[in-house]
């Protein structure tokens, strides 16, 4: 057995007959001083391994991802793997490459931790759905803001595979879809970073990807994705926002133009109805666009619909105040109005058909918010059936 470590990689040739890890441990602890993020133990030149040599791997995993780094093992003839997968640890963990090539460029992927520029504010767009409308959505939500954006391409691996092995035409695709959206970026008013996020799921994939990086919030299209691209459902959707605390945006219903301005938003004041007006109002800013607010009266089926309801009139006319104070600080024009509805959910849904608006906004806050269920409802209506273009704007908690 000849052991050589050059660069990222340690060269395995001969046979391996016992377990050789430590013997070869300081080579690679020598290694990931300088490759932090993962080694190669290439294995092209191995003639032989016993079900004992194959420890060497089953060690050298867990030295390895107890540094908080990857090893792939590249080159390994089929006939050698089948005689690793006898060993436990060597048959769930062990990531493979066809070479040692392809491993190196998987491993280029890899971040220990996501790089962040300088803006106070730092946004996530996930290569997710038609994420070209989440970019655009991004853009128009660092209007007057100190903000820089960060797409993830949220690889998910097999639950058959192990997280850390290379998928070569996946990645290829998914820094493909990158250089498009920092192209698509361009000069914006932002700076752009771009990263990859191996994970099982997208929703926990995102989740821990935002702490570590500290963002503030994400923007996800939840449409699905043309050409069999990787998508969120619903369901998955409805998970994040729901353990998130961090603030999401869920954004449904892009237009064909994934560039086309929104120039007339509504949004119901119910639930956290003066963040998602800001929303809105950053979404329509310089289109010469307007906003609407809807104050919604429910009056109960045993009155009639024009019963007096003094204390909401008085609360709706404080709202409108409200919200023309906001249009004003973003330079948006906002319009109020009140209607009196049966169920505030069917009612929105009316009015927002009827009213040939481009986006509807609706903030949802915390469970002990006082009209949470009406506000939460109305969100999970829209996301069924969206009337225009849907925001599910979930307040950071």
Known sequence: MFIEARGDTITLSGEIKSNIWPAIQAAAALL?????????????????????????FSDAFRYITSHNARIVVAGLAPELL???????????????????AEARASLRLVEITPQRGRARIAAVAPMLG???????????????????????DLMKVPRTLPIGTPLPEREAEGQRRLEEARKAIGDSRMKCFTHVERTRSNASGLTEFVKRLEADFAVISVDEAPGGEGCMDDSEA???????????????????????????AIVPAVGEWKHALE??????????????????????????LDAPKPDDEASAASAAREAVAIGRRWGVDVESGVERVRDPVLGLMRIIENGQYDAAVVGVGGETYGDYHIARAAAESLMQEPRCEFVFLRVAK
């Not at 300088?34 to 079900?51: A, K, Y």
């Not at 038609?130 to 993830?152: F, P, S, T």
């Open 32 to 56: 990931l001083r300088n490759h932090p993020t993962g080694i190669i133990v290439d294995c092209s030149l191995l003639t032989n391994c016993t079900v004992k040599g194959a420890e060497t």
């Open 82 to 100: 089948e005689i690793g997968k006898s060993v436990p640890g060597v048959r769930s963990q062990l990531p493979l490459a066809d070479s040692v």
């Open 130 to 152: 038609v994420w070209q409308r989440a970019v655009y959505h991004c853009d128009r939500l660092a209007v007057g803001e100190d903000c820089e954006i960060h797409l993830v």
């Open 238 to 264: 409805m998970a994040l926002v729901q353990g998130a605390e961090f603030e999401v945006s869920l954004v449904k219903g892009a237009p064909v133009n994934r560039e086309q301005p929104i120039r007339r």
């Open 279 to 304: 929303h809105a109002c950053k979404l329509v800013a310089g289109n010469q666009g307007i906003v609407t607010l809807v104050y919604l009266v429910a009056i109960p089926r045993t009155e009639p």
